[in-house]
């Protein structure tokens, strides 16, 4: 398949976007990319009339396997009431309440919107069950639509184990952890007041990773802490949140490989201030950007919201927002065969209804994917 007339290709790779590009996809993967007048030949052409392509986005943070919402609650807070992790325990309860089968149409209909919206590959956790049976249910849900699962049975401190944290922590670290090790790649811990202590994150983190599990962490989002500098001491791929960043934490990360995950869509919903993603990557950090699709602080599956908010509100131009939901998000899952358009890597490829793609953030809010294909197959809704 050879897609040709693209106005503006994003690459990944080169700094600046290439013009009258074409791309030549076989077998799911990028075999060629240069300019349309060098362009072999091929079985089936595709013109993309002069619009942008880009790769497709990576989405290194989600929370898809849930049942119920917090529209609630979400409403209580745009009235004026704070934002705290314990909202999480609602969803528990509904999660809890929900059928395999309910929560895997659910699931389905998430993917199907995110491919229409030009995500192409996602991680998923777990963190709404918190029993061993409703973890392992959530991690094995998940590993039928993606390879990258995270195990996070320490989302928080479920209500029946209240003024019982360390028991929790060894249920954790034991028999749930034995239980959805073998679905998962990845371990995470919400390290933040009102659900895990640093001491508490490293040991689970620190036991996940005996059995094979790679960590990440959320930190510093509701509050400063020395979660960033355990997750980079502990070679985590990825800390997300970073709301409240020390100059300590930002040094840590960038003398690390750790990536710092931004989440916009959570401070759009929750109210909290911004990150400042300009300081971070002034520093020398690697930036990703998420959706952190969740019913409670991010209801959101659009990357190009996410893109758009950064740009706004986080000091980052168009360029680095739309590498940060594709370069960076890969290297947020230690990922070098997605996320960029590139000899090798797998054929995900996003047709912006636009001739640049600074049109994502120009144009916020209006529907610009024309097309999206994984691994070389047409994925979106229109296909």
């Not at 249910?137 to 995270?150: G, H, N, Y």
């Not at 355990?230 to 690390?256: I, K, N, P, W």
């Not at 996003?350 to 610009?368: C, F, I, K, M, Q």
């Not at 097309?371 to 197959?377: C, E, I, P, T, Y």
Request: net charge negative; charged share 25%.
């Amino acid at each position: 398949m050879l897609i040709t007339n693209i106005g503006e290709l994003t690459t990944g790779v080169d700094e600046a976007p290439l013009h009258d590009a074409a791309v030549l996809v076989e077998e799911g993967r990028i075999a060629w990319v240069g300019a349309e007048a060098q362009a072999p030949g091929a079985d089936e052409r595709i013109d993309a009339g002069g619009r942008a392509v880009i790769p497709g986005f990576v989405d290194s943070h989600s929370h898809l396997v849930f049942g119920g919402d917090r529209a609630a609650e979400f409403e209580a807070r745009m009235a004026g009431e704070p934002y705290a992790a314990g909202g999480i325990r609602s969803t528990v309860a509904a999660t809890r309440a929900a059928s395999d089968d309910e929560l895997r149409a659910r699931l389905g209909g998430f993917i199907d919107e995110l491919h229409a919206q030009g995500t192409t590959t996602v991680e998923i956790k777990s963190g709404y069950g918190l029993t061993v049976d409703d973890e392992e249910r959530l991690v094995r849900l998940a590993a039928e639509v993606t390879d990258e699962v995270t195990f996070l049975g320490a989302h928080v401190v479920p209500a029946e184990y209240e003024g019982r944290a360390e028991e929790y922590v060894d249920l954790v670290c034991g028999p749930m952890l034995d239980a959805c090790a073998p679905h998962c790649r990845w371990i995470d811990v919400f390290c933040e007041t009102g659900a895990f202590t640093v001491a508490q994150s490293r040991r689970i983190l620190e036991t996940g990773m005996a059995r094979g599990l790679a960590p990440r962490l959320h930190a510093a989002q509701l509050g400063p802490g020395d979660g960033v500098r355990m997750a980079v001491e502990l070679g985590a791929a990825s800390v997300d949140h970073g709301t409240f960043l020390s100059d300590d934490d930002v040094a840590a990360l960038a003398g690390s490989d750790t990536v710092l995950t931004l989440l916009p869509g959570v401070e759009f919903s929750t109210r909290q201030p911004y990150p400042d993603a300009r300081r971070l990557i002034d520093a020398g950090v690697t930036v990703a950007l998420a959706c952190d699709t969740n019913p409670g602080s991010s209801f959101t599956s659009s990357m190009a919201f996410c893109i758009a908010v950064a740009v706004r509100e986080m000091g980052m131009t168009v360029t680095e927002a739309i590498r940060a939901a594709t370069v960076g998000g890969a290297a947020a899952l230690c990922r070098d065969d997605i996320g960029r358009i590139a000899p090798g890597a797998r054929a995900d490829l996003v047709l912006v209804d636009a001739p640049s793609a600074v049109h994502l953030a120009y144009r916020p809010g209006v529907p610009l994917i024309a097309a999206v294909w994984k691994d070389g197959r047409r994925v979106d809704s229109r296909a």
